[in-house]
């Protein structure tokens, strides 16, 4: 198999970020995916996210699992740390990283098969401790790298190409990250680029658990009459509960909403989520109001996408520990071995 490179040259009327780089910058390789895959289009979500958040690409940890959605990372910043983990315990080594290095910005990208069947423990536990990061599911509901199974999110009911009826009942891991206690809980679906990069923004800035679970149908298993993560069922059954802008807090605050329609939430660093109700009973910072409607669209058979909760008052898992503000990686010796005497009080304390 022959690996096609992008081109390093760039053209010099490329548009500049504040931190002097381009969009392109923010690219990776060539992606090897079916032409049309829902996966490329949120790889270049995130890609434009990054750039417009002006994310200097060295600050960012980018982790995975296995499957085809875990495999996308290779196609977008390809300057930033990256590290594939084995099927399904991204989590835990994001959370390793995370308390070694609190100063890199952590990504993590999964699919349905790698986080609500063999890592389903691995992504509640991490949701559940408040890890910062923006945990993105790219879900299709099939295995699509081997050959187009129901994954543990396809829906009771739904056929898959070859004819057959799911008839098991699906891990809803919005509803799992509702309950668990993320921060920031989100649906899209990969189709829909002006909702899907604020909300990854919005991900990327938050200070807990932030947990965004994509529709992204697979053109190759899972795309046709039958099935509910198709493009076609998506679109004719989504329910969008806001729209979202996302505003640094380097830009000037401006809105053209009506009085009433906005709701504007500080997150950790300053920046603003706006986000405008398309539904006047919903309110996205109670989180069991968020599961009940949730609950009841789905009965319907609708999908509901947008910002679903968040929590402006978020901690996370560095708070919770109360370690030190400096990362325990740029620590010396002297600090992080502190002798015998401390170790013995250390040891007393607990008896």
């Not at 932030?210 to 059954?237: E, L, M, W």
Request: with cysteine.
């Amino acid at each position: 198999m022959t690996y096609i490179t992008k081109p390093r040259l760039h053209h010099p009327s490329l548009t500049l970020n504040k931190v002097g780089y381009t969009r392109r910058d923010y690219e990776g390789r060539i992606s090897t995916l079916c032409a049309g895959c829902g996966h490329d289009s949120i790889s270049a979500a995130i890609i434009q996210a990054c750039w417009e958040l002006d994310i200097e690409p060295h600050r960012v940890a980018k982790l995975s699992g296995i499957g085809c959605s875990s495999k996308t990372p290779d196609y977008f910043l390809g300057a930033s740390h990256g590290f594939n983990t084995v099927h399904g315990r991204m989590p835990s080594v994001l959370t390793g990283a995370n308390l070694a290095n609190r100063d890199l910005l952590y990504l993590g990208v999964s699919g349905d098969g790698d986080s609500a069947s063999i890592g389903l423990g691995q992504f509640a536990n991490a949701m559940r401790r408040g890890v910062r990061m923006a945990y993105i599911v790219e879900n299709n509901g099939v295995y699509g790298l081997t050959k187009g199974q129901f994954s543990a999110t396809a829906d009771r009911g739904s056929k898959s190409k070859k004819g057959v009826i799911n008839n098991d009942s699906p891990v809803d891991l919005v509803g799992l990250a509702l309950q668990l206690g993320a921060t920031y809980v989100a649906r899209s679906f990969s189709g829909d680029k002006e909702q899907l990069v604020p909300l990854i923004k919005g991900a990327m800035s938050h200070g807990g658990a932030a947990f965004i679970d994509v529709i992204s149908p697979c053109v190759t298993f899972n795309n046709h009459g039958g099935s509910t993560k198709s493009y076609d069922y998506v679109r004719q059954h989504n329910e969008a509960v806001s729209r979202i802008d996302f505003i640094t807090s380097r830009d000037e605050i401006t809105t053209q909403y009506a009085a009433g329609e906005v709701v504007e939430v500080q997150q950790h660093d300053g920046s603003t989520l706006r986000l405008r109700k398309l539904h006047a009973d919903y309110d996205p910072t109670d989180r069991y109001a968020a599961m009940s409607y949730m609950q009841v669209h789905q009965a319907r058979g609708e999908v509901v996408t947008g910002l679903l909760y968040l929590d402006p008052l978020a901690t996370d898992l560095h708070t919770m520990l109360n370690t030190v503000d400096k990362p325990l990686a740029a620590l010396a010796e002297a600090q992080l071995c502190p002798g015998s005497a401390a170790l013995a009080k250390l040891n007393a304390s607990l008896r």
